[in-house]
């Protein structure tokens, strides 16, 4: 289909890599409870443009740098892991009554979860590596292809953080009833954010 070898197992694949709990899933998350659906909806497209950056790339030959110079990827994965934890600790330190982290504006959510895309090694491993796999050297039709590929990720993308978004923002009215609840679990958010940034630091 459209020069993509199995669309199905590229589906699933798509599927499988969202659910996979890390940054981006966190991030939609913590969007969501600060700014309710507006804000989750928000940091979604960011998302999106994020794997739409990621997946051009790796189109443009980013890839093949990246494989011909690994000092270049080694410095991507120190700085998204600086990145993620500079955040982490930022939420640990919050004290209540403090502005949060992941301010209210839109804008600034959807800012938020492009700069967390980015500079997440799993994604650029994904798009850069993973993701060639499924291009049909037989049937391949250049910017069809890709293009394809590229709608497919955004609509899987935007329905899987519409679902999120709605879920988190039905369990946030809940804990908006439990301050302490609430801010224990934003500690924790920035505890987990902490640990992605050591774990993708000590990653070879």
Known sequence: MFGIADYGAFVAA???FLAIP??????????????GIRGGLAATLGVIA???VLMWMAV?????????????FHAVQWLGAGYLAWLGLKMLLAKPGDAP???IQP??????????????????????????LFVDPARHRGLLTYG??????????????????????HMAE?????????QGLEKLAGLFLVGFGLKLALSK
Not at 120 to 130: C, D, E, G, L
Not at 174 to 182: G, K
């Open 22 to 35: 890390g940054p981006g899933n966190l991030a939609l998350i913590t969007s969501t409870s600060k700014g």
């Open 14 to 16: 798509i599927v499988l």
């Open 107 to 132: 804008r600034q959510y959807f800012r938020q979860a492009l700069a967390i895309t980015l500079l997440n090694p799993k994604a650029i491993v994904f798009y850069m590596a993973f993701f060639p």
């Open 148 to 169: 394809a590929m590229a709608a497919t990720i955004a609509g899987l993308t935007f329905l899987y953080g519409l679902c999120a978004t709605l879920l988190t923002h």
């Open 101 to 103: 982290v992941l301010t």
């Open 174 to 182: 809940r804990l908006r009833a439990r301050p302490h609840l609430s």
């Open 50 to 52: 994020g794997d739409q």
């Open 60 to 72: 443009a030959g980013v890839a093949t740098l990246l494989a011909t110079y690994p000092a270049a």
